[in-house]
């Protein structure tokens, strides 16, 4: 999925979806190869999704 079909589907600008992407990146909670997000720390997603 294009970042900017992602942004669409979650109702955020594309810059919002990057900035965020490249904090989760940085952070080693997600990886974005080939148009595809994996997890990679799915308990401190949660946790952030709860602030």
Do not use: C, G, P
């Not at 955020?12 to 940085?26: A, C, D, E, G, P």
């Amino acid at each position: 999925m294009s970042e900017q079909n992602f942004a669409k589907l979650l109702n955020v600008s594309r810059q919002t979806l990057n900035k965020q992407l490249q904090y989760f990146i940085q952070e080693h909670i997600v990886e974005w190869s080939d148009s595809q997000i994996r997890i990679i720390d799915i308990h401190r997603l949660k946790q952030i999704s709860q602030l």
